[in-house]
T-cell receptor, first 115, second 114 residues
């Protein structure tokens, strides 16, 4: 079955460390997105990518970086510059950017905790 | 400004009761898309419905129904005869045409008690 796989499900980071969250999709979707979810808040866009080797900043990109070397993969790195990284991170995809008019497919998320 | 407001933070109902989740949106665009997603405890958001701004027909899907009213900028979601499995956080989202992102509401946590 096609879908989005996020790993790990839970991740613990020490202060000052960089960590990378994995997102893989086998839906043949061109566009991929990273959202951050905090308690009591809606989802906020971190980065998005319309095609391979291209990505744009979303609303809260500071302290994060991404790459899109393969269509299937869109990893997110949370750097030490991100001052408050504890959150639930969701990866999503759509057929194309305009295909997002028809809805996203979401992964099951990674819960990141700073210890 | 573009915004989605879900004023109900948490709702608790007893099984078999009907419940309506409210969603009010703001946009100046004439073309836009509205969505509802369900987030069960497992975490992933599950697509429920999409509406474009030109389609004000209400929709019913089993126990779920949606009431889209442009005059009041609302897109409310009703669950009839709620079940425990309906317990989740429900998000309403707006996607203005030509933009790359969704604007999500803050979500409504629904608890259905047996």
């Amino acid at each position: 079955d096609g879908g989005i796989t996020q790993s790990p499900k839970y991740l613990f980071r020490k202060e000052g460390q960089n960590v990378t969250l994995s997102c893989e999709q086998n839906l043949n979707h061109d566009a991929m997105y990273w959202y951050r979810q905090d308690p009591g808040q809606g989802l906020r866009l971190i980065y998005y990518s319309q095609i391979v080797n291209d990505f744009q900043k979303g609303d809260i990109a500071e302290g994060y970086s991404v790459s899109r070397e393969k269509k299937e993969s869109f990893p997110l790195t949370v750097t030490s510059a991100q001052k408050n990284p504890t959150a639930f991170y969701l990866c999503a995809s759509s057929i194309t950017r305009t295909g997002a008019n028809y809805g996203y497919t979401f992964g099951s998320g990674t819960r990141l905790t700073v210890v | 400004a573009q915004k989605v407001t879900q004023a109900q933070t948490e709702i608790s109902v007893v099984e078999k009761e009907d419940v309506t989740l409210d969603c009010v949106y703001e946009t100046r665009d004439t073309t836009y898309y509205l969505f509802w997603y369900k987030q069960p405890p497992s975490g992933e958001l599950v697509f429920l419905i999409r509406r474009n701004s030109f389609d004000e027909q209400n929709e019913i899907s089993g126990r779920y129904s949606w009431n889209f009213q442009k005059s009041t900028s609302s897109f409310n979601f009703t669950i009839t005869a709620s079940q425990v499995v309906d317990s989740a956080v429900y998000f309403c989202a707006l996607r203005p045409s030509g933009t790359y992102k969704y604007i999500f509401g803050t979500g409504t946590r629904l608890k259905v008690l047996a």
